[in-house]
Nanobody, 124 residues
Framework: VQLQASGGGLVQAGGSLRLSCVAT????????IAWFRQAPGKEREFVAS????????YYADSVKGRFTISRDNAKNTLYLQMNSLKPEDTAVYYC??????????????????WGQGTQVTVSS
């Protein structure tokens, strides 16, 4: 699976951005697709995930109610709609694909396929 993420940028606090992640070499079917982020000097952290088959979603508490993960089966594309952005959301955002079991959904080691990352900067 080859992933390409896009949609990052600079936005003021309270604003919105939508990230996209497309699978270019193989469809997402059968995978869990997730967004992670990494801020400077911090470890990579889980943001949200969706099971491509069935659509079950899961969110980190820090983004619940503000971010929405969704998918477009026809376009083989994953989205992350980010609303009410805060300066602490500033990070490089990565999409990832894997087949984690439920208890490892938030563990980056469960995802062998990664996109290149897209920078999101939220100014105060």
């Amino acid at each position: 699976v080859q992933l390409q993420a896009s949609g990052g940028g600079l936005v003021q606090a309270g604003g919105s951005l939508r990230l996209s992640c497309v699978a270019t070499a193989r469809p997402f079917s059968g995978y869990t697709i997730a967004w992670f982020r990494q801020a400077p000097g911090k470890e990579r952290e889980f943001v949200a995930s969706v099971r491509w088959s069935g659509g079950t979603t899961y969110y980190a508490d820090s983004v619940k109610g503000r971010f929405t993960i969704s998918r477009d089966n026809a376009k083989n594309t994953l989205y992350l709609q980010m609303n009410s952005l805060k300066p602490e959301d500033t990070a490089v955002y990565y999409c990832a694909a894997g087949r984690p079991i439920t208890s490892t959904t938030t563990d980056a080691r469960s995802y062998p396929y990664w996109g290149q990352g897209t920078q999101v900067t939220v100014s105060s």
